[in-house]
């Protein structure tokens, strides 16, 4: 599948839009194969001009489902979107949901823009459901160095 890629990469080299379409459905075909391929074959094209968020965000659902501490790490490695992380409101929302403990333990170790987007993604989360809870996070994050 990899090689059939790189074929619709040189193909559309001038369509980077046609390219990230044809990086979603290889995104989609490899999850089912093998989780770590995937997240490989999409990293792989994090810094290219036909990323797609599309993929990151399918990736980061499934792969959060399964193994939320490994698809912590991969989304902490790809390169932001406009100062954003792209895949951590699907991570968080699986994570927080499946082990709560678990994801505030991860979320406590974070810094920066990661923790910043993480901690407000759980406020989201949280809702009006734990509000002690959302204001233990609200106060680390109104004191979290910038």
Known sequence: MDEWFKGVV????NNPQTAAQAELSATA?????????????????AS????SDGSIG???????????????????SLPPTNGAYVGVKE???NWSQSD???FQQWLG??????FKQAVNQYLRVLGDKSPEI???WKQRLNVTPQ
């Open 91 to 93: 991570l968080v929302q």
């Open 10 to 13: 040189a193909a559309t080299q």
């Open 109 to 114: 170790a974070q810094q920066g823009a990661l």
């Open 134 to 136: 959302a204001a233990q």
């Open 29 to 45: 075909r490899f999850i089912d194969i093998s989780m770590q391929d995937a997240a490989a074959f999409v990293g792989a094209q």
């Open 58 to 76: 399918l990736l980061a659902y499934r792969y959060s489902q399964t193994d939320p501490a490994a698809a912590a790490q991969w989304i902490a």
């Open 48 to 51: 290219t001009p036909w990323r």
């Open 100 to 102: 709560s403990d678990a």
